[in-house]
């Protein structure tokens, strides 16, 4: 946690009136302020506790329960800045502003000056806040003139409604008339009349009231002589008519006995210290306000301070010398040790200025005098006592009027609180009414909340319902995704096998392709040479036919010639052909079971007779006459038949038997030879 800047550091050139400022919180230099009583001086500042409570936390950051110097003067700084309308954070509290303003409290230069010597005022400055200009004071005079006043003074209930008018807060009202009415006897002079309604004005004007009469609002002629006790007026004037008569006898009178004070003189030094301290405007008097915080801080009840200030207060004036404020404090003191305070003063306890003095005036005291008058000596004792009796009335005669202006001011302070608290009351009623709305509002902004929330929730549900069906649907998708790519790696795997069997398969079918162009190639060349001896074995018969016919012997043609059967077959159509597969004279005919490749090649199979069969294949002949069947020279049989009827054995009878290979055996072609 951050530590507090240094006091000198936030007071900057205002360190003189922060020093005069915590002097006065903390006189006796105990270097800590309690909360009580740093929170009774920051409201002087006249700023709301909501302000005075960040100010407390800022200072107070460690939660301590009270203020160093350093804190002190951070709450200080801070209570300037919200006074100058800055914001109150730690951001600011370097920046440079004017000091606070704590109510009259003058600040000093330093700690030495504020007790040894009075502080330097600045005429100009209090001139221009507090002093009365020449027509404004004629407008007092002229209104304290309309009050009709009696003897050159007002009673106070005259002034009390005056001052209502104002419409100025109880307190700030009651503050002003403690200021104005400066003898308290409860009715204003001229003066006083003016200091009041200057006051009212100030007020008016957002000034803030003093907690004492500043210098220009005192009387012309302030007085501050040596306050004496009271002498009777009859006993003035009878002591100098008894002793002149015998000056000339100069009779002896013993003086008064002078009794001790019962403040010690080490009890007045110190006292006078703690005076000098609590005196801040220095003109050598204290007043209630002014020792409040140090008879409070002694820890006596409010009632018993207020019978010792009674008690003290010998003049009622409503201030204590050093003498009487030393006596205050030894009867606290007292309190303290378990004794009471007595109801009147005794004689060891009136403090030596305020005691009577012995009449001794006109009297020399001559112990050769040879005459003495005894009745006089007689009516001088008589006198003596009569004054300590009158002198003993008076003072219970002023005590009980102090106990009635205390009862007075007790009463008027209860109808101050009763007003203020009505007061009080009535705003908290209004708040009250006010809350109550905004409960209302609340209430119905609740709802409103409530209702939407239940929509939301339902919405959510729904939207929580979609979410899972989506994701079982996703579930169920990647499932099946994952079985479809299991299925496709399946596939992949088969299909791969299939492109091997492929590409095996289509090896084998190059294999078998060039194994079909070699046979193809063979077969070709087979049926060229088929052809070929074809060619010759038609070429020899034909030659042989012809030597035949021309010399008309058919015997030397044998039956092999004779049933010589070409086939008029294209090399290329026979290469389609079995390259096909089949035979086009038997598309309709399965392939005999035979060995031979070529069979299909030698035309149907033949059992031993014609290849024609029995079908005659001219009988559709169209030059054939039917009414001369004789004349068809081919209607008979073969006229070579009994030539080439006879075979030679071993020869078959149709050299293309099935299933035998052209070059089988050498007699293949033994009719060809004869």
Known sequence: MASLPSPTQVSGIHTGTYEAYYRQVDPNNHGSIGALDAARFLKKSGLSDIILSKVWDLSDPAGKGYLNKGGFFVALKLVALAQSGQEVNMVNIMMDTAPPKMGDIVPVMSVHNSIMSPPV????????????????????????????????????????????????????????WDLADQDKDGMLDRHEFMVAMHLVYKALEKYTIPNSLPPELMPPVKRKDPISVPVLPGAVKVMPNLVMPVESTKPSVPPLPVSTWVVTADEKSKYDTLFH?????????????????????SGVTQSVLAHIWTLCDIKQSGKLNGEQFALAMWLINQKLQGLD???????????????????????????????????????????????????????????????????????????????????????????????????????????????????????????????????????????TLKSQEDELNSKKQELEGLKQEEAGLAQQQKDSRNQLDNLTKNLQDTQLQISQEQHRQMNDAVVMYDSAISSGDTSSVGDASLNITPEFRDPEYSRIV??????????SKA?????????????????????????NLFKNDPFKNPNHPTADPFSSNDGFGAAFSAKPPGCPKQPWVPGQTLFAEPSLFCNLHP
């Open 121 to 176: 005022i600045n005429n100009s400055l209090l001139t221009s806040d507090w002093a009365v200009k020449a027509a404004e004071r004629a407008r007092y005079d002229q209104l304290f003139d309309s009050l009709q006043p009696l003897n050159g003074m007002i009673p106070g209930n005259k002034v009390k409604g005056l001052l209502m008018d104002s419409k100025l807060p109880l307190d700030t009202l009651g503050k002003i």
């Open 277 to 297: 301290q609590t005196d801040v405007d220095k003109d050598g008097f204290v007043s209630g306000f002014e020792i409040k915080d140090v008879f409070l801080r």
């Open 341 to 479: 305070p007595p109801a009147a003063l005794t004689s060891e306890m009136i403090p030596p200025s305020f005691r009577s003095k012995p009449p001794i005036d006109g009297v020399i005291e001559n112990n050769n005098a040879p005459y003495s008058n005894p009745e006089l000596d007689m009516i001088t004792k008589d006198i003596e006592e009569l004054a300590r009796e009158k002198h003993i009335l008076e003072t219970d005669i002023a005590q009980k009027e102090a106990d009635i202006k205390i009862k007075n001011g007790e009463i008027k302070s209860l109808q101050s609180e009763l007003d203020t608290l009505a007061a009080t009351l009535k705003q908290l009623e209004n708040q009250k009414g006010e809350a109550q709305k905004r409960l209302n509002d609340l209430k119905n902004q609740k709802t409103a909340v409530e209702k939407e929330l239940n929509d939301i929730q339902e919405l959510l549900e729904e939207e929580q319902a979609k979410v899972d069906n989506l994701r079982r649907q996703a579930d169920e998708q990647e499932h």
């Open 578 to 587: 079995m390259v096909n597969g089949g035979s086009p004279i038997e598309h």
């Open 591 to 615: 392939l005999p079971n035979s060995k031979d490749p070529f069979s299909s090649l030698n035309g149907p199979a033949d059992s031993g007779g014609d290849a024609f069969g029995n079908e």
